[in-house]
């Protein structure tokens, strides 16, 4: 499976914006998928996951702000972003788990990841 993130780009602190993971060559329907994004010289950081059942998952920063979904007809993922703040600037990267490895907060439990998207936010 590939994934394609897109989406990211310069937005003002209070906007809002959408990213999208899109999946290839297999469908994802069966596996729990999830953001984490990553800034430099930093780890990369759970942002959300959401699970086969549609079971959902937030950072507590991003909680209320952000929302995780899934579409399965379209084999895509997304992350909806509302009042985006400057600390939100990272590359965001989607990541599939199709070994169900079970702690969907660690980066090392998904095993499949999109090339990352940027994403900056100006005050």
């Known amino acids: 499976v590939q994934l394609q993130a897109s989406g990211g780009g310069l937005v003002q602190a209070g906007d809002s914006l959408r990213l999208s993971c899109t999946a290839s060559g297999r469908a994802v329907s069966g596996y729990s998928m999830a953001w984490f994004r990553q800034t430099p010289g930093k780890e990369r950081e759970f942002v959300a996951a959401?699970?086969?059942?549609?079971?959902?998952d937030y950072a507590v920063s991003m909680k209320g702000r952000f929302t995780i979904s899934r579409d399965n007809t379209k084999n895509t993922m997304y992350l909806q972003m509302n009042s985006l703040k400057p600390e939100d600037t990272a590359v965001y990267y989607c990541?599939?788990?199709?070994?169900?490895?079970?702690?969907?907060?660690?980066?090392?439990?998904?095993?499949?990841w999109g090339q990352g998207t940027q994403l900056t936010v100006s005050s």
């Open positions: 990541a599939v788990n199709t070994n169900y490895n079970p702690n969907r907060y660690r980066a090392s439990s998904y095993d499949t």
């Open positions: 959401v699970g086969v059942n549609g079971l959902t």
